[in-house]
C-alpha cells in the first residue's frame, strides 16, 4: 500500500517512446518487461534490508512499533506480490499543453508502482495513480494530451514471463498521432475502448477460478465510480455484467491507496451476500496489493454468539423489521427509572465520618436531562454518576473548597453512589435485554405496544424462555437483535469505508447494523433492485439509503453489460417487465454468446439430460454452473458423479473446479462461462420473490446459458 504517486517531469522519460506494432516494439517491450521484473526483486530485498535497519533505529517506544509495522507491512506486501504481468498499459503524452506537467513523456501502467530507487522516476505507475486516470478516461474526443494508449495483450494465466507478452495495440488519440487503433484492429468496431480486441478478449477470456480484477478493461464510467472521493456515499445500482461488484472492490483498493492513514485508522469492510461469494471475490484486493481488508458477511460482522436455534418465517420477518428498532429502544430505556419512585429521602454518600446528602428532586433533574440527551445507554449511565458526583462536589466546595481529583474518584465509587445508579440506571448487557424481551409477554407487550400486532408478538415470543440470558439459543435474527441493543449501549466502533454487495437483500435492521459501523465514514453501496430475493428485499434506494444512514447518496445506474450475452441479457429482461421495480433495462455490447432452451420429454429424465448438458459445455472453454432449486441441484451433482464428472458444491466455489453445482439460492454474485438451469419454474414456485431469483439465476451466465425443462416455462419466458 502506498501514497498516491506525484508523477512529475522527470529528467528523462520513464519508458520507450511511441513505436509502431511489430516485432521489433514487441522484442522492446519484452526487455522492458525484464528490467522492470528485475527493479521489483530490487523493492522486495530492499523492503526486507530496512526491516532489519529499522528494528535498530533509535526511537521511543511508540514510534519505534509504528515504524516497524509499517516496514514489516511494506515487506509482507511486496513478498506476497503474485506472479503476473508487471504492466497492462502505456501512456504516450504528446508535447502539447493539454499533457501538462506530462508533456513529452511515457508512462507504463500497472497494478503496482515499480522504481529500481525511491529517488528514481517510477518504471511501472500504479493504475490509481492520478497520472493512470488519463489511461481510462482519454479518448480521440478528449486525448488529454495523449498521443498513444497502448494495450498489452498477455497470454491467459500468464505468471509474467516475458514470452508471455503476446501482442500490442497502440491508439493514436490526437491528429497528430493519427486516428484509430493499429496493431491488427479495426478502429470503428463497436465495443468497449473503442474496439480494442485486447480489451474485449480480457473481457469476454473464459475463466475458472475465483473472480479476476478488471484493472486493464476498466471503462470510464466504472473509473469515474472508482476514483470517487472518501467523504462520497454512493449507490451503484448495476444490471447483471455491468461489473458493479468489480467496481465496489477496485474503489476499495483505490480508496486504501489515495488515503492510507485516514483508512487505516478506521478500517475497510467488504461485506458479501454469503460466503461462497467472498470466496469467490477473495483474490480480487490481494490481486491488487491490498490485503489488510476485512471482508466477510453481514451475519458474520455482527455474530456475538454461535447460532443455535431457528427461526420461522413469521418470526424472522417481524425481528428484521425496522420497527424492531423501537421496540428495543424501549425495552432498554424502560430500565431507567426516576429517582422519585425508588427514594422516600434524600441519598446518603459517607465521606469519612461525615455524609452528603442530595435532595430526591435534584436527582431526579438529572436522570430527566441525561434522559432528554438521548446519550448511548451505558454514557448515560456514567453521566448520571458524574452529574451525583457534581452535586456532592458543589457542596464540598463550600464546606472545605475545592476537593481533589482522588476525593472525586472515591465519591464516584463509593457504594452508597453504586448501590444509587445500579437502581435508577442499572448496568445491562444486550443479551439481558433480548432475553428479558423474548422471554416474557408481558414485557414484550408493554415494549412492542401500539408497534407490533398480538400475533406478531407471539411470532417472536420464544415458547419456553431460558433459565437465565446465559442459556439462550439464538437464531441468526436475534443476532440483529443483539446488535441494535448493544449499537444503544455503546457505539460501536466504525470503519473508514465499508463496501456492501448485493446491498438489495438487506433487512432494514441489517442495514441499521451497517449504518452504525459508518456513522462517521463513508460507504459504496452496489445492487440491484431485480435481484432483490430475500423477504424483506428493497424495492427502492432512497428508503434503503436511509435505512443505511446514507439517505443523501447518489444513485447511480450501470446499465452496459460487457459480461453478459446480449441474448441472455434479453431473455433475462422479459423476467424484468413482470417484476415490481423499477430499473433501467439492462443491455449488452457481447453479440456472441448462446441461448437454448431444450424441453425434456419426462420430468425423471431431467438429471440425464442434464449430464448430456455439462458434457457438451465442457468440449469448450471455461467454467461450467449447474443451478437449480436445491432438491434438483443435489439430484443432478449425484447424476454427474455417478456419470464420471466432477461436481464441485458451494463450498468450493473459488477453485479451480471446472464444474459447480449449486442451489438457486447461493448463486447471488457469482458467474460461469456455461449455465445449465435445471427446472426454472421450479425455482420460480420455491420462495415467495422466486421470479426474482429466477432473473438472478438466468444472469449468470457469460458465455451461454442452457434452459432444461419439463415443467412449463414461467409466463415471461414462454414465449
Given at each position: 500500500m502506498g501514497g498516491p504517486e506525484a508523477v512529475g517531469r522527470p529528467g528523462a522519460p520513464a519508458g520507450p517512446r511511441p513505436a509502431e506494432p511489430g516485432g521489433g516494439a514487441l522484442d522492446r517491450e519484452r526487455a522492458y518487461h525484464e528490467a522492470c521484473r528485475a527493479a521489483l526483486a530490487a523493492m522486495v530485498r530492499d523492503a526486507g534490508d530496512q526491516v532489519v535497519s529499522g528494528e535498530n533505529?533509535?526511537?521511543?517506544?511508540?514510534?519505534?512499533?509504528?515504524?516497524?509495522?509499517?516496514?514489516?507491512?511494506?515487506?509482507?506486501?511486496?513478498?506476497?506480490?503474485?506472479?503476473?504481468?508487471?504492466?497492462?498499459?502505456?501512456?504516450?503524452?504528446?508535447?502539447?499543453?493539454?499533457?501538462?506537467?506530462?508533456?513529452?513523456?511515457?508512462?507504463?501502467?500497472?497494478?503496482?508502482?515499480?522504481?529500481?530507487?525511491?529517488?528514481?522516476?517510477?518504471?511501472?505507475?500504479?493504475?490509481?495513480?492520478?497520472?493512470?486516470?488519463?489511461?481510462?478516461?482519454?479518448?480521440?474526443?478528449?486525448?488529454?494530451?495523449?498521443?498513444?494508449?497502448?494495450?498489452?495483450?498477455?497470454?491467459?494465466?500468464?505468471?509474467g514471463a516475458a514470452e508471455d507478452l503476446t501482442g500490442l495495440e497502440d491508439e493514436r488519440l490526437t491528429a497528430r498521432a493519427g486516428a484509430g487503433v493499429h496493431g491488427g484492429v479495426d478502429d470503428r468496431a463497436d465495443g468497449p475502448a473503442g474496439g480494442s480486441r485486447i480489451v474485449a478478449g480480457e473481457i469476454e477470456r473464459p475463466r475458472v477460478g475465483p473472480m479476476r480484477d478488471i484493472v486493464a478493461t476498466i471503462q470510464p464510467e466504472q473509473d469515474d465510480l472508482v476514483r470517487g472521493g472518501l467523504a462520497d456515499s454512493v449507490c451503484v445500482q448495476g444490471a447483471p455484467g455491468t461489473g458493479k461488484t468489480a467496481v465496489g472492490l477496485h474503489r476499495a483498493a483505490y480508496l486504501l491507496y489515495t488515503y492510507p492513514q485516514r483508512i487505516q485508522r478506521g478500517g475497510?469492510?467488504?461485506?458479501?451476500?454469503?460466503?461462497?461469494?467472498?470466496?469467490?471475490?477473495?483474490?480480487?484486493?490481494?490481486?491488487?496489493?491490498?490485503?489488510?481488508?476485512?471482508?466477510?458477511?453481514?451475519?458474520?460482522?455482527?455474530?456475538?454468539?454461535?447460532?443455535?436455534?431457528?427461526?420461522?418465517d413469521?418470526?424472522?420477518?417481524?425481528?428484521?423489521?425496522?420497527?424492531?428498532?423501537?421496540?428495543?429502544?424501549?425495552?432498554?430505556y424502560g430500565r431507567v427509572r426516576r429517582p422519585a419512585e425508588l427514594l422516600t429521602e434524600p441519598l446518603a454518600v459517607p465521606d469519612g465520618s461525615y455524609r452528603w446528602r442530595v435532595p430526591v428532586e435534584e436527582l431526579d433533574r438529572v436522570v430527566a436531562e441525561v434522559r432528554a440527551q438521548a446519550p448511548p445507554y451505558a454514557v448515560g449511565r456514567e453521566h448520571v454518576r458524574s452529574r451525583t458526583v457534581a452535586l456532592i462536589q458543589r457542596q464540598a466546595e463550600r464546606r472545605a473548597g475545592p476537593p481533589g481529583n482522588e476525593w472525586l474518584r472515591r465519591i464516584g465509587r463509593a457504594k452508597a453512589v453504586t448501590a444509587y445508579l445500579d437502581a435508577v440506571w442499572p448496568a445491562t448487557r444486550p443479551e439481558e435485554v433480548v432475553a428479558a424481551?423474548?422471554?416474557?409477554?408481558?414485557?414484550?407487550?408493554?415494549?412492542?405496544?401500539?408497534?407490533?400486532?398480538?400475533?406478531?408478538?407471539?411470532?417472536?415470543?420464544?415458547?419456553k424462555p431460558p433459565r437465565t440470558?446465559?442459556?439462550?439459543?439464538?437464531?441468526?435474527?436475534?443476532?440483529?437483535?443483539?446488535?441494535?441493543?448493544?449499537?444503544?449501549?455503546?457505539?460501536?466502533?466504525?470503519y473508514g469505508h465499508v463496501v456492501v454487495d448485493e446491498a438489495q437483500d438487506l433487512s432494514p435492521m441489517q442495514c441499521r447494523a451497517i449504518a452504525r459501523r459508518v456513522d462517521f465514514g463513508s460507504i459504496t453501496v452496489l445492487g440491484d433492485l431485480a435481484q432483490g430475493t430475500t423477504p424483506w428485499a428493497a424495492d427502492n434506494?432512497?428508503?434503503?439509503?436511509?435505512?443505511?444512514?446514507?439517505?443523501?447518496a447518489a444513485v447511480v445506474p450501470l446499465t452496459t453489460g460487457f459480461r453478459?450475452?446480449?441474448?441472455?441479457?434479453?431473455?433475462?429482461?422479459?423476467?424484468?417487465?413482470?417484476?415490481?421495480?423499477?430499473?433501467?433495462?439492462?443491455?449488452s455490447l457481447r453479440r456472441d454468446g448462446e441461448l437454448r432452451i431444450e424441453r425434456v420429454e419426462r420430468g425423471d429424465d431431467l438429471a440425464a439430460a442434464t449430464v448430456a448438458a455439462v458434457r457438451e459445455a465442457l468440449a469448450r472453454e471455461g467454467s461450467v454452473g449447474v443451478i437449480a432449486t436445491e432438491p434438483d441441484a443435489a439430484r443432478a451433482g449425484a447424476a454427474l458423479r455417478a456419470a464420471g464428472i466432477p461436481a464441485a458444491g458451494v463450498e468450493e466455489i473459488g477453485t479451480a473446479a471446472r464444474v459447480t453445482v449449486l442451489p438457486?439460492?447461493?448463486?447471488?454474485?457469482?458467474?460461469?462461462?456455461?449455465?445449465?438451469?435445471?427446472?426454472?419454474?421450479?425455482?420460480?414456485?420455491?420462495?415467495?420473490?422466486?421470479?426474482?431469483r429466477l432473473y438472478v439465476v438466468l444472469t449468470r451466465a457469460v458465455s451461454r446459458l442452457h434452459l432444461l425443462h419439463h415443467r412449463p416455462l414461467p409466463a415471461p419466458l414462454a414465449d
Open positions: 533505529a533509535s526511537a521511543d517506544g511508540a514510534s519505534a512499533e509504528a515504524l516497524g509495522r509499517r516496514l514489516r507491512g511494506r515487506a509482507r506486501d511486496l513478498r506476497e506480490e503474485p506472479d503476473r504481468p508487471l504492466f497492462f498499459g502505456r501512456l504516450d503524452f504528446d508535447d502539447s499543453p493539454d499533457g501538462g506537467d506530462h508533456r513529452g513523456q511515457s508512462y507504463h501502467i500497472g497494478r503496482r508502482r515499480i522504481s529500481p530507487h525511491p529517488a528514481a522516476p517510477p518504471m511501472v505507475i500504479d493504475w490509481r495513480a492520478p497520472v493512470s486516470r488519463t489511461f481510462y478516461q482519454a479518448s480521440a474526443r478528449d486525448p488529454r494530451g495523449v498521443a498513444v494508449r497502448r494495450r498489452f495483450g498477455w497470454a491467459p494465466g500468464s505468471h475497510l469492510l467488504v461485506l458479501g451476500p454469503n460466503r461462497a461469494f467472498l470466496r469467490y471475490i477473495a483474490e480480487v484486493l490481494p490481486a491488487l496489493g491490498e490485503i489488510d481488508v476485512r471482508q466477510c458477511t453481514i451475519e458474520d460482522e455482527i455474530a456475538r454468539h454461535p447460532v443455535r436455534a431457528t427461526d420461522g413469521a418470526a424472522a420477518a417481524v425481528k428484521h423489521d425496522v420497527r424492531m428498532a423501537a421496540v428495543l429502544a424501549r425495552a432498554l424481551l423474548l422471554g416474557d409477554p408481558a414485557a414484550l407487550a408493554e415494549a412492542a405496544d401500539g408497534l407490533l400486532t398480538a400475533g406478531e408478538q407471539a411470532a417472536i415470543s420464544w415458547p440470558f446465559r442459556t439462550a439459543r439464538w437464531s441468526a435474527a436475534d443476532m440483529v437483535l443483539l446488535d441494535e441493543v448493544a449499537g444503544l449501549i455503546e457505539r460501536p466502533a466504525g434506494w432512497p428508503e434503503q439509503l436511509a435505512h443505511l444512514g446514507k439517505p443523501d453478459v450475452p446480449a441474448a441472455v441479457v434479453a431473455l433475462a429482461n422479459r423476467l424484468l417487465d413482470a417484476l415490481p421495480v423499477d430499473v433501467p433495462p439492462a443491455r438457486a439460492t447461493a448463486a447471488d454474485g457469482l458467474e460461469f462461462d456455461h449455465v445449465v438451469v435445471v427446472e426454472p419454474a421450479a425455482i420460480e414456485a420455491a420462495e415467495p420473490r422466486g421470479r426474482h
